[in-house]
């Protein structure tokens, strides 16, 4: 049975690879490309129906936020390509509201508080046996440290207690606490799955031929993916089975937890089936068991892969700006004794540096460099013309180098966002998204800080981080729906004194 899941994964999927074979092609085909005029003063010239207008300027967001916020839905296809349009992150709009609203208050700081504990745990768990490294250690015997595998792993298995209520067993544990029921080991085999599908897969598919054509012509794409995929042995066969695999997966730990009547609301699926049979009957119609699963899965695709993209950028960075370094475990020591662990009260209000350094992270690696939003009716913006249909790619990672918000874009400096200094009052409140604006803003704002804030402050504490020789320059990135790491983020792991 083809199932939402299914298309939430497959669309997610093809979307990342199509846009990392997009970014990789386009110089190529940009000039035969027909160029259409929109009519209106100014003219922008469109390219098909890609538009970047992160060219001309906040101002833009500002006026798309302010007057047209509610007019413009995530786009279903990405260049064309027909996603299927339930899924959540793919949704086309008339439902989302309703969905929106309601999960909102998984996301609400009494919830949120309440799993400190859950992700301090996790934190400790994986952060407690690192391997050092210290300045007498020859070069020989020197221990490096791929960083990035561990905040993914960290990020997944936040995500997995969280949202599923399950321990992923991404990160090992003494094997006397480790006791395996039926539902921990098809959790576990689902995250495999997910991994695989998200990683090899995902990379496998820039070379698919389906999704080659589909770029150049987006309405080739399906017929030739169909008959690839009855080829054993081609990715889009591949690619196939894993989806069916993993949707299946899926399906069986919702069909699982649903039948739990004691599930309790400790985690965004049993939440989701909460609300599910509450007596609201418009909830009960729309929480399919599809849906459910789909919701459950992009809390994953898009909470686990974004943290770990961020967290990893931040040591990465500060471990290359010892100015930064000092004046930030200078604040987390000065919190209090190391085995404190701050509340979510601490976290908001006694790291304003710690807040700093996040933000200009974030803004030197924006871990979405665009995001996108197609006009469901003719719009004017800003004196442009845009037709319905038409899709609008906000380049966040382009705005946030423009000098004139950003002095010295190229300059990892977290005090400009200290709140009295002069950059900071005069930016504008539109140069800076990288959670994205409006109703369609990311949903996992304050879990993610919190998640980002306790590993950084765990981390900081015990260990100083240094850039292992093997860590390239500049950063090697890969271009998709989100950035990734091309090889990782390599560090030595300094162990503190204090
Ligand atoms: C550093 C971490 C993260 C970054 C940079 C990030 C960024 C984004 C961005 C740019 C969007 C699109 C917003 C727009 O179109 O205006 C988004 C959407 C979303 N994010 Fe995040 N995100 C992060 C972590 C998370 C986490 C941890 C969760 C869940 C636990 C989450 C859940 C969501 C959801 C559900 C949406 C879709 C919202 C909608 O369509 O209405 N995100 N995120």
Not at 120 to 136: G, K, R, V
Not at 285 to 302: H, M, N, R
Request: glycine share 6%.
């Amino acid at each position: 049975m083809i199932t939402t899941s299914w298309y939430a994964i497959k669309g997610f999927l093809e979307a990342a690879s199509l846009a990392s074979v997009f970014f990789t092609l386009m110089p190529l085909i940009a000039p035969y490309w027909p160029v259409r005029k929109v009519p209106g003063p100014p003219t922008i010239p469109l390219l098909g129906h890609i538009h970047l207008l992160s060219r001309y300027g906040p101002d833009v967001f500002s006026v798309l936020a302010k007057q047209y916020g509610p007019v413009f839905s995530v786009p279903a296809p990405i260049l064309g390509h027909p996603i299927h349009q339930r899924g959540l992150m793919f949704s086309n709009g008339t439902q989302w509201p309703t969905m929106r609203n309601t999960i909102l208050s998984v996301y609400q700081p009494s919830h949120l508080s309440s799993l400190i504990p859950t992700m301090q745990s996790i934190i400790e768990s994986a952060t407690e046996n690192l391997p050092t490294w210290s300045e007498d250690q020859n070069e020989e015997g020197e221990e490096d440290f791929i960083f990035s595998e561990l905040t993914l792993k960290i990020a997944s298995e936040v995500i997995g207690k969280a949202s599923f209520g399950f321990d992923f067993g991404l990160i090992k544990k003494p094997s006397s606490e480790v006791s395996l029921n039926e539902e921990d080991t098809i959790a576990k085999d689902f995250v495999k799955q997910h991994i695989y599908s998200t990683t090899k897969l995902k990379m496998d598919l820039k070379g698919s031929f389906s999704v080659i054509l589909g770029v150049i012509c987006p309405i080739l794409q399906q017929p030739f993916q169909r008959i690839w995929e009855r080829i054993p042995g081609k990715i889009d066969w591949k690619v196939n089975r894993s989806n069916h695999n993993l949707s299946s997966k899926l399906d069986q730990i919702v069909e699982k937890r649903a039948k739990n009547k004691d599930r309790g609301t400790k985690d965004f699926l049993s939440l989701v089936l909460n609300a599910r049979e509450s007596d609201h009957e418009r909830l009960h119609k729309f929480f399919t068991p599809d849906y459910v699963s789909a919701l459950a899965y992009e809390q994953l695709l898009s909470g686990a892969a974004t943290t770990s993209f961020t967290l990893s950028t931040i040591l990465y960075l500060v471990a290359d700006h010892p100015e930064v370094e000092k004046k930030l475990l200078k604040e987390i020591d000065g919190f209090g004794e190391h085995d404190l662990i701050p509340t979510a009260h601490d976290l908001q209000h006694k790291f304003p540096y710690l807040d700093q350094v996040l933000r200009e992270a974030m803004r030197y690696y924006p871990t979405s460099p665009l995001i996108a939003r197609e006009a469901v009716k003719d719009v004017e913006i800003g004196g442009y013309a845009l037709p319905k249909g038409t899709w609008i790619w906000m380049a966040v990672g382009v705005l946030a180098q423009d000098p004139k918000n950003f002095p010295e874009p190229n300059k990892f400096r977290p005090e400009r966002y200290d709140p009295t200094c002069e950059e900071e009052k005069q930016r504008h409140p539109y140069a800076f998204l990288p959670f994205g604006i409006g109703p369609r803003q990311c949903l996992g704002i304050k879990f993610t800080t919190q998640e980002m804030k306790l590993t950084l402050i765990h981390l900081y504490r015990r260990y100083k981080f240094q850039h292992s020789p093997k860590m390239e320059r500049p950063l090697a990135l890969d271009y998709g729906i989100i950035y990734n790491f091309k090889y990782g983020v390599k560090l030595r792991v300094i162990k503190r004194s204090t």
